[in-house]
């Protein structure tokens, strides 16, 4: 039995016990919701869980698009229970991407079972340190990073340049495994203060060179790990919207199983491109959101 095989054995674990504990949940506390919400609102977040986590997929993550959703389309999202219904619902899409993934892409399992360890166990050892830094210096050295990995990524794809070599590996060894190990602690504790860990996980390992593909299991199963536990406080506080979960937990599941068929048939050029487009996209975000809380402060 390999590591892989019972790195998916555990993820299926906690994608049904998190399942028969929200269920549970819904039953005792949820009937009404459950039964009494219009069709409309039913068709709303199927819809926004399917597109959101088809974009998670890609690597662009699902929580902002899925609250932009929301308002755009009115669906009766309270803010209250945002939060709860944002971990809870797409912890079943991101565990099930981690699982599809580990099943279809090659990747040595060796450094993929460490690095997930190594981001899980960033999250909870590093939340007692991470969450007292100021966000914005992360933000803008994560910017710099991500923007010069794109830079990188373009002349991969393109064929030009120093960086004209595609990595190749499944697997990191030595030196280069313990870094990105170390770096993925630090992407996992990140976590903790709203840093998604996908595209820094993805440009560090590509940086090492780790073929493109192997990247996303890696990443996948490293926050697959870390969200049916921190979903467990939402569900035991009923903090949630259940329409909101149910959207993401069954759209949710379709979309991911349809940009796994997307990724996994993309020719490496278009892959290459899309996932740098996916980091500048990132960059962006994370310069929008630091120049947000600079005014916040000054007002």
Same mark, same amino acid.
């Given at each position: 039995?390999?590591?892989?095989?019972?790195?998916?054995?555990?993820?299926?674990?906690?994608?049904?016990?998190?399942?028969?504990?929200?269920?549970?949940?819904?039953?005792?506390?949820?009937?009404?919701?459950?039964?009494?919400?219009?069709?409309?609102?039913?068709?709303?977040?199927?819809?926004?869980?399917?597109?959101? +986590?088809?974009?998670? =997929? /890609?690597?662009? !993550?699902?929580?902002? &698009?899925?609250? *932009?959703?929301?308002?755009?389309?009115? %669906?009766?999202?309270?803010?209250? +229970?945002?939060?709860? =219904? /944002?971990?809870? !619902?797409?912890?079943? &899409?991101?565990? *099930?991407?981690?699982?599809?993934?580990? %099943?279809?892409?090659?990747?040595?399992?060796?450094?993929?079972? /460490?690095?997930?360890?190594?981001?899980?166990?960033?999250?909870?050892?590093?939340?007692?340190?991470?969450?007292?830094?100021?966000?914005?210096?992360?933000?803008?050295?994560?910017?710099?990073?991500?923007?010069?990995?794109?830079?990188?990524?373009?002349?991969?794809?393109?064929?030009?340049?120093?960086?004209?070599?595609?990595?190749?590996?499944?697997?990191?060894?030595?030196?280069?495994?313990?870094?990105?190990?170390?770096?993925?602690?630090?992407?996992?504790?990140?976590?903790?203060?709203?840093?998604?860990?996908?595209?820094?996980?993805?440009?560090?390992?590509?940086?090492?060179?780790?073929?493109?593909?192997?990247?996303?299991?890696?990443?996948?199963?490293?926050?697959?790990?870390?969200?049916?536990?921190?979903?467990?406080?939402?569900?035991?506080?009923?903090?949630?919207?259940?329409?909101?979960?149910?959207?993401?937990?069954?759209?949710?599941?379709?979309?991911?199983?349809?940009?796994?068929?997307?990724?996994?048939?993309?020719?490496?050029?278009?892959?290459?491109?899309?996932?740098?487009?996916?980091?500048?996209?990132?960059?962006?975000?994370?310069?929008?959101?630091?120049?947000?809380?600079?005014?916040?402060?000054?007002?």
């Amino acid at each position: 039995m390999n590591l892989a095989f019972i790195m998916q054995a555990v993820l299926a674990i906690g994608f049904l016990v998190t399942a028969l504990n929200v269920s549970n949940d819904i039953l005792k506390n949820h009937k009404g919701e459950l039964y009494g919400a219009p069709a409309s609102k039913w068709v709303k977040c199927l819809g926004i869980g399917a597109l959101c +986590n088809f974009m998670d =997929t /890609l690597g662009i !993550g699902s929580f902002a &698009p899925t609250t *932009f959703l929301y308002k755009a389309t009115g %669906a009766d999202i309270d803010d209250l +229970n945002l939060p709860g =219904t /944002l971990n809870v !619902g797409d912890t079943f &899409p991101v565990v *099930f991407e981690a699982i599809v993934f580990i %099943a279809s892409v090659e990747c040595d399992p060796v450094f993929l079972v /460490l690095m997930c360890v190594s981001a899980m166990l960033g999250s909870y050892a590093g939340a007692f340190v991470v969450t007292k830094w100021d966000r914005n210096p992360i933000r803008y050295a994560m910017s710099l990073f991500l923007g010069l990995t794109a830079v990188v990524l373009i002349m991969k794809a393109f064929g030009f340049g120093p960086f004209a070599l595609v990595g190749t590996e499944i697997g990191l060894k030595g030196g280069k495994l313990i870094a990105a190990v170390i770096a993925n602690f630090v992407f996992g504790a990140l976590m903790d203060i709203g840093f998604g860990l996908y595209a820094p996980c993805m440009a560090f390992c590509v940086l090492l060179g780790v073929d493109l593909g192997a990247c996303f299991p890696v990443f996948m199963g490293s926050c697959a790990l870390l969200m049916p536990i921190n979903s467990l406080v939402f569900v035991k506080k009923s903090r949630y919207d259940v329409i909101g979960v149910m959207g993401n937990m069954v759209g949710g599941c379709f979309g991911v199983l349809f940009a796994w068929k997307v990724v996994t048939s993309m020719p490496v050029k278009i892959l290459t491109i899309v996932v740098a487009v996916v980091m500048v996209w990132t960059c962006y975000m994370m310069l929008r959101d630091a120049a947000k809380e600079k005014a916040a402060k000054k007002a």
